[in-house]
């Protein structure tokens, strides 16, 4: 049996053209699809055309795209974080074309780009404010919130011809470890995860999604043996019996830390017999194959070759003027969605913080802003482990802004950071989180929360000071 047609395959767009003989040998050799990370637009919809053009199967072009294109490859549109987006969006007929208006243009850049899979939404219950990994990728805390937005992008997406696929089953939100590093315990009982964590799923199956993607996740109550659901039988089971999905179960990526003890190719194996049907992003595809032994997996074959045969690979022509007004909406959103807790007192003798726990230069624009207001403003930028003082700060309206990203391989926030804050606390007037809004949580503080870093966030944020 080709195993290579149950696997995606990692493909990095800034060295589409300089591993191009490579991507193209595994199209030969039958791959099932790629997923993309990086590149410049235009380099990356050319390969996808000639990969497509030299495949005897549709490929599966996939991303993750939670937040738009841009979040992948330059030249797309970035939206704000899912979080972000439901702290924007009120449940009326006005803000909800709005949110259609944006999930559409998700759908219709990727399609330009030649993508036709996008692993969103997260239907993950962020319920543990310590949540590394998912936070503002989530939509929110409770099942009604996950549920109203994962449903309506589902439908928007698979409306345009776009795989839709929902993350990360049985549900990564109430955990405090990422399992990009490690692997998590889910250590609730069948009838709690039935009760929270398993509803957005469920009404996803029922809304038709086409694929739903396995979490390297231990649930004991779902399987007491101790392996990671994505490698799981009995998860596959109650997915397929319980819940009644009968469309297409791929794992989360081969070379995150939470396979636990395995190696890649031992968890491929492992998963395929559990009735797994995808293996994503295997770190090497070839040695994965040659490793797998003999062994008839139909049915899983049979359910991705259905999926393969409707996919459409033409790309979507798209305008730069529809690429601009993309642009437009996504700063109307991120305006939208900056939500303040607590009063704002009026802005005198201003001196802003910053504090950068991802260890690049963010803030400009936000110290720009408040600049132009404010004259007299005194401005200081930190990094991960700079040590800072407030002596020279008396008498002044103090604004703490920290930056501080939810993403893979980080690990959630630094002792720093932690420590930063709590030097802050009593001090600060207002802090504003352009990320992980939970930061700020045990503080009794005016609070702003952004959820994410972009020059959009950033100028609202200063044009409500």
């Known amino acids: 049996m080709n195993f290579y047609k149950f696997m995606i395959a990692r493909l990095n767009g800034k060295e589409i053209e300089n591993n191009f003989?490579?991507?193209l040998r595994l199209v030969k050799k039958g791959i099932a699809g790629f997923i993309i990370f990086g590149g410049r637009l235009d380099n990356v919809r050319k390969g996808i055309k000639e990969l497509q053009e030299n495949s005897a199967k549709p490929l599966i072009i996939s991303s993750d795209l939670e937040q738009g294109l841009g979040q992948q490859l330059e030249g797309g549109t970035l939206f704000p974080p899912a979080m972000g987006v439901a702290s924007a969006i009120k449940k009326n007929q006005s803000d909800i074309r709005l949110l259609r208006k944006a999930f559409r243009a998700i759908a219709l850049e990727a399609r330009y780009a030649g993508i036709n899979t996008i692993f969103a939404p997260v239907?993950?219950?962020?319920?543990?404010?310590?949540?590394?990994?998912?936070?503002?990728?989530?939509f929110g805390?409770?099942?009604?919130?996950?549920?109203?937005?994962?449903?309506?992008?589902?439908?928007v997406l698979q409306e345009n011809e776009i795989i839709s696929c929902g993350k990360h089953f049985p549900g990564h939100g109430d955990t405090k470890v990422d399992s990009h590093i490690s692997l998590p315990t889910i250590s609730k009982g069948l009838s709690a995860l039935e009760q929270l964590e398993f509803i957005p799923f469920g009404d996803a199956i029922k809304q038709k999604v086409k694929m739903i993607m396995l979490g390297h996740l231990r649930a004991p109550a779902l399987d007491s043996s101790g392996l990671p659901a994505s490698l799981s039988e009995k998860t596959v089971l109650y997915l397929r019996e319980k819940m009644k999905f009968n469309g297409i179960i791929i794992t989360d990526a081969l070379n995150m830390g939470g396979i636990g003890e395995?190696?890649?190719?031992?968890?491929s194996l492992i998963a395929l017999k559990a009735g797994v049907d995808i293996l994503l992003h295997p770190s090497d595809p070839e040695k994965t194959a040659y490793y797998l032994e003999e062994?008839?997996?139909?049915?899983?074959?049979?359910?991705?070759?259905?999926?393969?045969?409707k996919l459409n690979t033409v790309p979507f022509r798209f305008s730069r003027l529809q690429f601009k007004k993309n642009r437009e909406l996504s700063r109307k959103l991120a305006k939208m969605a900056v939500k303040i807790s607590g009063a704002i007192k009026p802005v005198?003798?201003?001196?802003?913080i910053i504090l950068n726990d991802d260890m690049d230069d963010k803030g400009n624009v936000l110290t720009s802003g408040l600049k132009t207001k404010y004259k007299n403003i005194i401005c200081k930028?930190?990094?991960r482990d700079e040590v800072f003082s407030l002596d020279d700060l008396t008498g002044r309206y103090i604004i703490a802004a920290v930056f501080s990203s939810v993403k893979a391989w980080k690990g959630g926030r630094s002792r720093w950071l932690s420590e930063s804050i709590k030097k802050l606390e009593g001090k600060a007037d207002a802090f504003i989180s352009f990320g992980n809004p939970?930061?700020?949580?045990?503080?009794?503080?005016?609070?702003?929360?952004?959820?994410?870093?972009?020059?959009?966030?950033?100028?609202?944020?200063a044009e409500l000071l």
Do not use: H
Not at 141 to 155: A, C, R
Not at 300 to 306: D, F
């Open 21 to 23: 003989d490579y991507y």
């Open 123 to 138: 239907l993950d219950i962020n319920t543990n404010p310590g949540n590394p990994i998912i936070s503002t990728r989530a």
């Open 141 to 155: 805390e409770d099942p009604e919130t996950v549920s109203f937005f994962g449903l309506e992008m589902i439908n």
């Open 262 to 267: 395995y190696s890649e190719e031992e968890a």
């Open 295 to 309: 062994k008839n997996f139909s049915a899983n074959a049979e359910r991705i070759s259905r999926l393969r045969n």
């Open 348 to 352: 005198k003798n201003p001196a802003l």
């Open 381 to 383: 930028s930190y990094k």
């Open 438 to 461: 939970y930061l700020f949580n045990d503080i009794n503080c005016t609070k702003i929360s952004a959820y994410w870093s972009s020059d959009s966030a950033q100028s609202a944020v």
